[in-house]
């Protein structure tokens, strides 16, 4: 093998890994400006965004510090090119802190929809903390270590890392649209938003799985050059924008089903905690939605504007609300 396969096939492809991870991340730092300019959440929730970014864009330094050293610095020193800089591998650990904080959220997030469901939560945590479990062994493991002849020995904690997230990421989208797909109301503005969280709720976990899946192929047909690691240095800025995208979506998805039938109607969706009902346990969680019909009528004097709602708009409201006032509502 010629010293200039070995280099594009290596570090040329870690390059590209840098490359399209820095654009990511650019992505990444225009939703968070635009959250954090436009949404208006808890605490916890900007807590999460503004740590999933730090971490986000400490693996970006540690991952150009890392090519930097072996294209400029190490330059004309080939017998260099073998050792292992230390940046290449505490970035792994960096990748799997932004992997747990957004899986976690999304891990929340099956816990209400699921009504509290112990098994589905259970099966979907233990592959998260089972990924970051492997990530901290690898980590803890790489850094004993001098050579990339050394850091082979640990390629079935590679592997092992790959397979858990795309395992776990396919697992959360596949239970968040079965759940959403349940908790069709028949009502076409409820539907609408339904089909809109689906299709986020795929988003969400395609992309990241593919990379993963993606890494884990390269990593078990060409574990010899460095085309994995090019896939595993965007797994992260995929993880920070999938979040940042669903945060930011929200508004779009409550506006989903403006304009249909009529633009006076107000749907509201609220993110609260599930209720326990011994009668809902048998039967998947719905979606509640208040639908509140008002028109208004401008007369000539100056005493502003009537309001009246009719006989028709109260009683379909008051039986929506009879129907599903027992029933989760849904997190967006």
Known sequence: MSAEFRIDNTFGAALIGVIVAAALHGIS????????????DTWAVKSLVGAVMTFDTIHQVLISHSV?????????RPEKLQSLVWSMVVEV?????????????????VWRLSNRNVWATSLVLILVLGEFGCVVAFTSMALHFRTFEELARLKYLSITVN???????????????????????GFHRSDTMINKLILFAVNTGVLTSLCAIASLISIVVAGETFLYIAFFFCIGRLYANSLLATLNARKMIRGAADGIHSTSDNVSL?????????????????ISIKIDTTKEFATDSDQG????????????????????????ELTV
């Open 29 to 40: 730092c225009v939703q968070a400006w635009y959250y954090y300019t436009h949404q208006t």
């Open 68 to 76: 930097y050293s072996y294209l400029v610095s190490y330059y004309g």
């Open 93 to 109: 650990l960096f990748n799997g802190f932004t992997a747990l904080l957004v899986q976690s959220f999304l891990t929340m997030r």
């Open 163 to 185: 397979a858990l997230a795309a395992a776990g990421d396919v697992l959360i989208a596949a239970i968040l649209c079965t759940l959403l797909h349940r908790s069709r109301t």
């Open 270 to 286: 609220s993110l609260r905690e599930f209720p326990k009902h011994a009668s809902s346990a048998k039967r998947p969680p719905n």
């Open 305 to 328: 504007h009537e309001v009246e709602k009719p006989e028709s708009s109260l009683s379909a409201t008051s039986s929506t609300t009879g129907t599903y006032k027992e029933q989760p």
